[in-house]
């Protein structure tokens, strides 16, 4: 059983940058591909990136060339570092976990949730 617990929200103004962290334990981390999805007020859950064992990265296009998603194994932390934030971004934001990277990318799903962290950007 994977536990995932995410760091790093806030409120920051438009233009400005944050880093999400997410700690991951109970399995063998660098065997899961790890992802961060959001879910906005009154929308959808939807895909934001995700990162292979091998560290090869996907993005949504919406978040292409602004945010990036790496991993640290040693440390079993995957993070993303948002910069140009637009209000558009605001919304809750997810880590996942899931042996199947497929799962994360092309289903938009995974077996394991964290609890969320509040990103708020303004105007």
């Known amino acids: 059983q994977v536990q995932l617990v995410e760091s790093g929200g806030?409120?920051?103004?438009?233009?400005?940058?944050?880093?999400?962290?997410?700690?991951?334990?109970?399995?063998?981390?660098?065997?899961y591909a790890m992802g961060w999805f959001r879910q906005a007020p009154g929308k959808e859950r939807?895909?934001?990136?995700?990162?292979?064992g091998s560290s090869l990265t996907y993005y949504a296009d919406s978040v292409k060339d602004?945010?990036?998603i790496s991993?640290?194994?040693?440390?079993?932390?995957?993070?993303?570092?948002?910069?140009?934030?637009?209000?558009e971004d605001t919304a809750v934001y997810y880590c996942a976990a899931d042996r199947v990277r497929a799962r994360l990318t092309a289903l938009h799903t995974a077996g394991y949730w964290g609890q969320g962290t509040q990103v708020t950007v303004s105007s």
């Open 10 to 31: 806030g409120l920051v103004q438009a233009g400005g940058s944050l880093r999400l962290s997410c700690t991951a334990s109970g399995g063998t981390f660098n065997t």
């Open 46 to 52: 939807e895909f934001v990136a995700a990162i292979g």
């Open 66 to 68: 602004r945010f990036t």
């Open 71 to 87: 991993r640290d194994n040693a440390k079993n932390m995957v993070y993303m570092q948002m910069t140009s934030l637009l209000p």
